[in-house]
Structures are given as C-alpha cells and as structure tokens.
C-alpha cells in the first residue's frame, strides 16, 4: 500500500503565496510521476502540475509562470509553490502518486487533498 499525504494548503489573499507538499510513504520501489489536482466546488478534478522521475514538468496553461513543481533529492517528497495566487485558484488540492512497489508492480495512490482558498 502506497500513503499520500498532503499538507500546506490554508486561506490567504490574492497575490500571496503558498507552498504545498505530498508526502509518499509504504510499498515503495520507486516513484515515477507525481501529478497535483485541484478540484474547485461545482467543476471537475484538473491538473494543475506534473513532474516525471527525469524531471521533466508541465503545468494548467492558467498557472504557468506561477506555480512550480518540484521533487526532493530522496523522492519521497514534492513541492508545489504557488506564487500570485488568485481567487479562482481556490479548490481542493490532491496529490497522485504514481510508483513501483517492491515487487515492480505499478501502483497508482492519492492523498485526502489540502484545502486552498484565495480571497479577493
């Protein structure tokens, strides 16, 4: 079993900052794609972030220049920082896990998701 936990989200004003962080623990061999949703009330899950294990990124059109996703040198760990935030960037932000286990098997996990919401 693969446990994804996020953390970091909470309320601020447009144009602030935050940063968010997933956390991947349990059957692990290795993690390949990690992936960030938002989920805003009333519209479908989106991804807002993708990074691959070769680093290789692509974000929303409406968040490029804003946000960055990033890994932590054990891999165990990715970042979302979002920077300007804006008021229809508000939803509830999942993480995806995409990984080996230990018997090479891939596994696909998401977190509970951390809340977001940007004011005016």
């Known amino acids: 079993q693969v446990n994804v936990v996020e953390s970091g989200g909470g309320l601020v004003q447009a144009g602030e900052s935050l940063r968010l962080s997933c956390a991947a623990s349990?059957?692990?061999?290795?993690?390949?794609?990690v992936g960030w949703y938002r989920q805003a009330p009333g519209k479908q899950r989106e991804l807002v972030a993708r990074?691959?294990?070769?680093?290789?990124?692509n974000y929303l059109d409406s968040v490029k220049g804003r946000f960055t996703i990033a890994r932590d040198s054990a891999e165990t760990t990715a970042y979302l920082q979002m920077n300007s935030l804006q008021p229809e960037d508000t939803g509830l932000y999942y993480c995806?896990?995409?990984?080996?286990?230990?018997?090479?098997?891939?596994?696909?996990?998401w977190g509970q998701g951390t809340q977001v919401t940007v004011s005016s």
């Open positions: 990074i691959t294990r070769s680093g290789n990124t």
């Open positions: 995806n896990v995409v990984a080996l286990d230990r018997i090479l098997r891939s596994v696909a996990a």
């Open positions: 349990g059957n692990i061999f290795r993690i390949n794609d």
